[in-house]
C-alpha cells in the first residue's frame, strides 16, 4: 500500500478510536458460582482428603469421595422438590457429610441455611420461620433440639436424618422423615450442575441476635467466589495442596469462615471435628493429621495451649494460626508463642462480611520483638474491602491513625440490607455500619479500640473496655476478664471488670488495681471488681457483655 493511502488508513483509525465510547472487552463470561468451585476441587485434587474425627477414630475421604456423595445428594434433593431460590438448612455438626451439603444445595440453585445449634429453641423457631426452610438436614443426635421447634415452622416438608433415627424418636406431624444414607445411596449422582445466575442467594446466615431478633443475611454465589479466591491470597492465608486445615470453629459460624469452600478449591487437606472442640480431643486431631492452618476463637486457643504444654502436644507444624470471633489480647498472644512456639495472629470480620474483613500478618520484617503489637491490632484490610470513620455528625475522618469514630465498610462481600428487614440505622449511603470504634492507618491498618456500645462513658470522658481488659489480661493470674460500664450517680459511669482466675491464683481487686497503676491512666481504674469462675458466652462464643450487664441492672435492683 502507498505511503499516502497507509497515512489515510490511520487517520481514520485514529477518527474510528475517537467516535468510540469504549472498547468492549474480550474475554468469555461464565458465572462465578459455587458449583465452579466445586468442580475444580472435585477434577483437580481427586486425591486430597476430608478427614473427619468421631471422637474415637480418624477416618479419611476423599475429594472424589465427597464429591460423590455431593452429586448424590443434589439429585436426591431435586427428587425431594426442592427448586431453585428454596432453602435447605442444616442443623448438623462438622461432618464429611456437611461439606457434601455446602455443595450440594446451592449447586442446584437451592439455598443453604445454615442453624446455629447453639441458639435457644425460640430463636431458632424464630430463624427457621423468617428463612421459610423447606427441607432440614439434621444429625441423628441433634433430633431432640430440631424436635424442641419442627412443630412451629410449618414450612418444614422434610427431614433428612444423618446417622440412625433414635428408637422411640417422635415425628412431627405433617413433616416426612428420611434417611440421608438410603435417599442418597438410591439417588445416581447428578451428571450437570443447573445454570445459576451469580447473584442468586447461596448461603444464608443470621446474626448471633444479641440485640433483638437475628437477621439473615443472603451470600450470593459470586461474594462466595470472590471471598473464596480472597482469603487464598497471599494478603491473607494462602491456601494451597501442601496444607491441611483444621477449622475448630462451627460450620453453622459465617460459613465456616469460608474455609471449607477455599481448602476445596486448592486442595487443601479439611479437618472436620465433628462436635469436638475440647483440647483433648483436638490434640489428637493434631497429633493424627498434622494440620498446618488452624482457625479458633481465643477461649479454645487458650484451653488449647495450656494442654498442649502439660501433655506435650507439638503445635510447631501450624504455620498459620487464626483467632477470630473476638478480639485476641496481647496477653493471650504472648502466652502461646512462648509456650508452645508458634505465631498466633487475628482476623477479624463479621456475619454482613462474608466474613473477612481484616488480617493480621505482621508486614515484611517486622522484628520479633514487634510481633504481637502487629497481630492483636485488628488488621490489615483484605483486597476487594473499602472502609471509612465517620463521626457522630456523620463527617467521614481522615485515615490517619488518630481521628477515631466509627468504622464502616463496604465491597462485594459486604452485604447491602438484611433479608427482609430493611433496619437503615445499620445502613448509611451504601456503607454498612460495624458498630466498632476505632481509627485506619494511613498503611490500610485498621485498630478497633471497642464496640460503640461497650465504649464507657465517665465524666464526659471515654474508657475503652477492651484496651482495659487487654492490659487486665496481662497479669498472670487472670484467665478471662470483661469490662462494662455500669451506672453511676456521680460520673454517669463507671468500669465493672468482671474475672475469671486460674484455679490456684490467690488474687484480689486491690491486687489488680495496684497492678493497672502506671499501665492505664488513674481515673480508669475499676472501683468494682467481680470474681466468678464463669463469664457467660454468646452463641458463636463472644463474652456476652449484655448478659453482664442485665445481671448487674437485676443486682442494682
Same mark, same amino acid.
Given at each position: 500500500?502507498?505511503?499516502?493511502?497507509?497515512?489515510?488508513?490511520?487517520?481514520?483509525?485514529?477518527?474510528?478510536?475517537?467516535?468510540?465510547?469504549?472498547?468492549?472487552?474480550?474475554?468469555?463470561?461464565?458465572?462465578?458460582?459455587?458449583?465452579?468451585?466445586?468442580?475444580?476441587?472435585?477434577?483437580?485434587?481427586?486425591?486430597?482428603?476430608?478427614?473427619?474425627?468421631?471422637?474415637?477414630?480418624?477416618?479419611?475421604?476423599?475429594?472424589?469421595?465427597?464429591?460423590?456423595?455431593?452429586?448424590?445428594?443434589?439429585?436426591?434433593?431435586?427428587?425431594?422438590?426442592?427448586?431453585?431460590?428454596?432453602?435447605?438448612?442444616?442443623?448438623?455438626?462438622?461432618?464429611?457429610?456437611?461439606?457434601?451439603?455446602?455443595?450440594?444445595?446451592?449447586?442446584?440453585?437451592?439455598?443453604?441455611?445454615?442453624?446455629?445449634?447453639?441458639?435457644?429453641?425460640?430463636?431458632?423457631?424464630?430463624?427457621?420461620?423468617?428463612?421459610?426452610?423447606?427441607?432440614?438436614?439434621?444429625?441423628?443426635?441433634?433430633?431432640?433440639?430440631?424436635?424442641?421447634?419442627?412443630?412451629?415452622?410449618?414450612?418444614?416438608?422434610?427431614?433428612?436424618?444423618?446417622?440412625?433415627?433414635?428408637?422411640?424418636?417422635?415425628?412431627?406431624?405433617?413433616?416426612?422423615?428420611?434417611?440421608?444414607?438410603?435417599?442418597?445411596?438410591?439417588?445416581?449422582?447428578?451428571?450437570?450442575?443447573?445454570?445459576?445466575?451469580?447473584?442468586?442467594?447461596?448461603?444464608?446466615?443470621?446474626?448471633?441476635?444479641?440485640?433483638?431478633?437475628?437477621?439473615?443475611?443472603?451470600?450470593?454465589?459470586?461474594?462466595?467466589?470472590?471471598?473464596?479466591?480472597?482469603?487464598?491470597?497471599?494478603?491473607?492465608?494462602?491456601?494451597?495442596?501442601?496444607?491441611?486445615?483444621?477449622?475448630?470453629?462451627?460450620?453453622?459460624?459465617?460459613?465456616?469462615?469460608?474455609?471449607?469452600?477455599?481448602?476445596?478449591?486448592?486442595?487443601?487437606?479439611?479437618?472436620?471435628?465433628?462436635?469436638?472442640?475440647?483440647?483433648?480431643?483436638?490434640?489428637?486431631?493434631?497429633?493424627?493429621?498434622?494440620?498446618?492452618?488452624?482457625?479458633?476463637?481465643?477461649?479454645?486457643?487458650?484451653?488449647?495451649?495450656?494442654?498442649?504444654?502439660?501433655?506435650?502436644?507439638?503445635?510447631?507444624?501450624?504455620?498459620?494460626?487464626?483467632?477470630?470471633?473476638?478480639?485476641?489480647?496481647?496477653?493471650?498472644?504472648?502466652?502461646?508463642?512462648?509456650?508452645?512456639?508458634?505465631?498466633?495472629?487475628?482476623?477479624?470480620?463479621?456475619?454482613?462480611?462474608?466474613?473477612?474483613?481484616?488480617?493480621?500478618?505482621?508486614?515484611?520484617?517486622?522484628?520479633?520483638?514487634?510481633?504481637?503489637?502487629?497481630?492483636?491490632?485488628?488488621?490489615?484490610?483484605?483486597?476487594?474491602?473499602?472502609?471509612?470513620?465517620?463521626?457522630?455528625?456523620?463527617?467521614?475522618?481522615?485515615?490517619?491513625?488518630?481521628?477515631?469514630?466509627?468504622?464502616?465498610?463496604?465491597?462485594?462481600?459486604?452485604?447491602?440490607?438484611?433479608?427482609?428487614?430493611?433496619?437503615?440505622?445499620?445502613?448509611?449511603?451504601?456503607?454498612? %455500619?460495624?458498630?466498632? @470504634?476505632? /481509627?485506619?492507618? $494511613? !498503611?490500610?491498618? &485498621?485498630?478497633?479500640? +471497642?464496640?460503640?456500645?461497650?465504649?464507657?462513658?465517665?465524666?464526659?470522658?471515654?474508657?475503652?473496655?477492651?484496651?482495659?481488659?487487654?492490659?487486665?489480661?496481662?497479669?498472670?493470674?487472670?484467665?478471662?476478664?470483661?469490662?462494662?460500664?455500669?451506672?453511676?450517680?456521680?460520673?454517669?459511669? %463507671?468500669?465493672?471488670? @468482671?474475672? /475469671?482466675?486460674? $484455679? !490456684?491464683?490467690? &488474687?484480689?481487686?486491690? +491486687?489488680?488495681?495496684?497492678?493497672?497503676?502506671?499501665?492505664?491512666?488513674?481515673?480508669?481504674?475499676?472501683?468494682?471488681?467481680?470474681?466468678?469462675?464463669?463469664?457467660?458466652?454468646?452463641?458463636?462464643?463472644?463474652?456476652?457483655?449484655?448478659?453482664?450487664?442485665?445481671?448487674?441492672?437485676? %443486682?442494682?435492683?
Amino acid at each position: 500500500m502507498p505511503a499516502v493511502l497507509l497515512h489515510q488508513a490511520a487517520k481514520a483509525a485514529i477518527g474510528c478510536r475517537k467516535e468510540a465510547t469504549s472498547v468492549r472487552a474480550t474475554m468469555q463470561r461464565y458465572p462465578l458460582a459455587i458449583s465452579d468451585l466445586f468442580r475444580h476441587g472435585e477434577l483437580v485434587h481427586p486425591d486430597a482428603s476430608v478427614i473427619e474425627y468421631t471422637g474415637e477414630a480418624v477416618l479419611r475421604r476423599t475429594f472424589a469421595e465427597v464429591a460423590v456423595e455431593s452429586r448424590r445428594l443434589a439429585s436426591a434433593l431435586a427428587a425431594l422438590g426442592v427448586q431453585a431460590g428454596d432453602v435447605v438448612a442444616t442443623l448438623c455438626w462438622n461432618t464429611s457429610h456437611h461439606v457434601a451439603a455446602y455443595f450440594a444445595v446451592p449447586g442446584i440453585g437451592a439455598v443453604l441455611h445454615t442453624l446455629n445449634l447453639r441458639l435457644h429453641s425460640a430463636q431458632l423457631a424464630f430463624i427457621a420461620r423468617h428463612a421459610a426452610d423447606h427441607v432440614v438436614v439434621v444429625d441423628a443426635d441433634l433430633l431432640p433440639l430440631l424436635h424442641q421447634f419442627l412443630g412451629e415452622v410449618p414450612s418444614v416438608k422434610h427431614v433428612v436424618v444423618v446417622g440412625d433415627m433414635p428408637a422411640g424418636q417422635p415425628k412431627c406431624a405433617g413433616v416426612e422423615y428420611h434417611s440421608y444414607r438410603a435417599l442418597v445411596a438410591s439417588s445416581s449422582p447428578l451428571q450437570t450442575w443447573p445454570h445459576v445466575e451469580e447473584d442468586q442467594a447461596a448461603v444464608l446466615c443470621y446474626t448471633s441476635g444479641t440485640t433483638g431478633d437475628p437477621k439473615g443475611v443472603a451470600y450470593s454465589h459470586r461474594s462466595i467466589y470472590l471471598h473464596t479466591l480472597m482469603v487464598s491470597t497471599g494478603s491473607a492465608y494462602c491456601f494451597s495442596d501442601s496444607d491441611c486445615v483444621l477449622p475448630a470453629v462451627p460450620m453453622f459460624h459465617v460459613n465456616c469462615w469460608g474455609w471449607v469452600h477455599a481448602a476445596w478449591l486448592a486442595g487443601a487437606d479439611l479437618v472436620m471435628t465433628g462436635r469436638y472442640l475440647q483440647p483433648s480431643h483436638l490434640a489428637i486431631m493434631i497429633n493424627e493429621t498434622g494440620p498446618t492452618i488452624m482457625g479458633a476463637v481465643p477461649t479454645i486457643w487458650s484451653q488449647l495451649s495450656r494442654h498442649a504444654r502439660a501433655e506435650g502436644v507439638d503445635l510447631t507444624g501450624l504455620r498459620v494460626a487464626i483467632s477470630g470471633g473476638s478480639a485476641l489480647s496481647p496477653a493471650l498472644a504472648r502466652e502461646v508463642e512462648r509456650n508452645n512456639g508458634f505465631r498466633l495472629t487475628q482476623a477479624w470480620g463479621m456475619t454482613e462480611t462474608s466474613p473477612l474483613l481484616t488480617y493480621a500478618r505482621p508486614p515484611a520484617g517486622t522484628p520479633a520483638d514487634e510481633a504481637v503489637a502487629w497481630t492483636t491490632r485488628t488488621g490489615r484490610l483484605m483486597p476487594g474491602i473499602r472502609a471509612r470513620i465517620v463521626d457522630e455528625n456523620e463527617v467521614v475522618l481522615p485515615q490517619d491513625g488518630v481521628s477515631r469514630g466509627e468504622l464502616e465498610v463496604a465491597g462485594n462481600t459486604v452485604t447491602g440490607a438484611y433479608l427482609g428487614n430493611p433496619d437503615p440505622g445499620k445502613f448509611r449511603d451504601g456503607w454498612l %455500619r460495624t458498630g466498632d @470504634v476505632g /481509627v485506619i492507618h $494511613p !498503611d490500610g491498618w &485498621v485498630e478497633l479500640q +471497642d464496640r460503640l456500645k461497650d465504649v464507657i462513658k465517665s465524666g464526659g470522658e471515654w474508657i475503652s473496655s477492651v484496651e482495659l481488659e487487654n492490659v487486665i489480661a496481662e497479669h498472670p493470674a487472670v484467665r478471662e476478664v470483661a469490662v462494662i460500664g455500669v451506672p453511676d450517680p456521680k460520673w454517669e459511669e %463507671r468500669p465493672l471488670a @468482671v474475672v /475469671v482466675t486460674a $484455679p !490456684d491464683a490467690d &488474687v484480689t481487686a486491690d +491486687d489488680l488495681k495496684a497492678f493497672l497503676r502506671g499501665r492505664v491512666a488513674k481515673w480508669w481504674i475499676p472501683d468494682r471488681w467481680e470474681f466468678t469462675p464463669q463469664i457467660p458466652r454468646t452463641s458463636v462464643g463472644k463474652l456476652d457483655k449484655n448478659a453482664l450487664r442485665a445481671a448487674a441492672r437485676t %443486682r442494682a435492683d
